[in-house]
C-alpha cells in the first residue's frame, strides 16, 4: 500500500466536486466510500477522527472534511485543492442561476419554476428536522435544549450565536453533574493500520508546530479580512459591499450545526434586517444550493447576487451581483481552510476530552430547535403572503394574514413531505416533481 500521488488526488477530488449532491450526509458517504472502500487511502478511524474534528468547528462540515483529508494526504495544497474542488462546481452553478433569477426571475415560466421549488424545500427543511432530531434527542434534557433552543429563536428574537454560545456551555458544565445525558453517540468501525502508517511515515505537519499555526494565521487573516478592510475603507460602513463582507464573516465563525441551522440566522437576517432579498427568495436560493453539486451554505452566493444586482452603484447589475456573490463566499470559505490548517493538530488532541464531546452534543441538540425554527419561518412566508409580526411585551409573535394563504403552495409543500416521508423519495426527484407541479398550476391555472 502506498500514498496517492497528488495528481491522482486531484483527479478524485474533481470528480468529487461534480458528483457531491445531496447535502452533508451524501457528500460524506461519497467520500467514505470513494476514500476508504474503493482506494483505501485512509483508514476508517482515520475518516471518523477527521470527520469528529470537523464537527466540534464552525462552516460546513463536508467540505471541511475533504480539506482536511486533502491535508492529511499531502500537506496544506493538498486541503486548499482538496476543499476548492469540492465548491467551485456548484459555485459556477450557482452563479449560472442566480444571474438566470435575477435577470428573468419575472417571466412567468422562471417564476412558476422557483414556486414550485420552494414548496418542496419546506418539506425538506421538516425532513432535516425529524432526521437529526431522531439521532440528536436521546434522553429529556436533549429534547429541552431543543425546545428553548426554539422558543428563544423564534419568540424572543435571540441572536443564534448566543444560542450556540449558551448550548456549549450547558453541555461543558451539565456533564460535571450527569455525564450519562450529554454523553456523545460516538463511532466505530475497523481499522487495519496500514493506510495510516503509510500517511505517518515522514509526515511532519502532523505535528503540531505554533510558528507554522502563527504563519498561517496571519496569511490566512489577509485574504479573509484583507477585501473587508478594503471595502470599509473606500465604500464606508453603510455600504451594501462592506455590509457582506462584514455580515458574511462574522457568520462564518458562528456557523455550527451544518447549513440548514446557519440559514436561519441568515434568512432572518438577510430578509429582515438588511432587505437584501424577500422570503420567498431565499427559498428559491437553497432550492439551487439543493440541486447543484457543492456544500447547501452555498445558498449564501445567491445572496451575494441579488444584494450586489439590486444595489450596483456605477457597475453593470449583472457584473455588480457577480462580484458580490464572489466576496461573499470568499469571506464564507476563508476561515473553513484556515480552521483545518491551523487547528487539526491541536483538536485531535482535544477531540478525547469528554467536556468537549459534551459540549459538542448539546449544540447538536440545539440546533435541533435551530432547524425546526427555519422550517416554521419559511413555512408561514412560503404559504401565506403577508405574515406581519406583534411585539407582546419581549414576545415576537407572528400574525399571518388568513385571507392570504396560498393553498396551491400548501398542498404542494404537504405532497412534497409525503413524497419525502411515506413514499422514501429522493432528494432531486421530489424537487423536480415539485417543480414540474408548480409550473403547470402557475401557468395553466
Known sequence: MSKPSFGEALRLWARLGFINFGGPAAQIAMMHRMLIEERRWISETRFLHALNYCTLLPGPEAQQLATYIGWLLHRTWGGIVAGGLFILPGFFC???????????????????????LQCAILAIVFQAVVRIGSRALRNRVMVALAALAFVALFFFQVPFPLVVVAAAAIGFFGHRLAPELFKGSGHGGSDSGAADRVLEDGADHLVPSAGRAIRVAIVGAVLWLGPVAALWT???????????????????????????????????????????LKPEEMLSGLALAETTPGPLILVVQFVGFLAGYRDPGMLDPSLAGVLAATL???????????????????????????????????????????????????????????????DVGWVHLPRPNLATLDPAALALALASAVALFRFKRGLVETLAGSAGLGMAWRLLG
Open 234 to 276: 473606500f465604500l464606508g460602513w453603510d455600504s451594501t459591499w462592506t455590509q457582506l463582507g462584514i455580515f458574511f464573516s462574522e457568520m462564518a465563525v458562528v456557523t455550527f450545526g451544518g447549513a440548514y441551522a446557519v440559514l436561519a440566522y441568515v434568512a432572518q437576517e438577510a430578509v429582515d434586517h438588511y432587505g437584501w
Open 328 to 390: 461573499v463566499v470568499w469571506v464564507t470559505f476563508v476561515p473553513s481552510f484556515l480552521w483545518i490548517l491551523i487547528g487539526a493538530p491541536y483538536v485531535e488532541r482535544l477531540r478525547g476530552l469528554p467536556q468537549l464531546d459534551a459540549a459538542l452534543t448539546a449544540i447538536t441538540a440545539a440546533i435541533v430547535g435551530v432547524i425546526l425554527n427555519l422550517a416554521v419561518w419559511f413555512a408561514l412566508h412560503v404559504t401565506f403572503a403577508e405574515v406581519p409580526f406583534i
Open 94 to 116: 450557482i452563479m449560472a442561476l442566480s444571474w438566470l433569477y435575477a435577470v428573468h426571475g419575472e417571466v412567468p415560466v422562471v417564476a412558476a419554476l422557483f414556486y414550485g
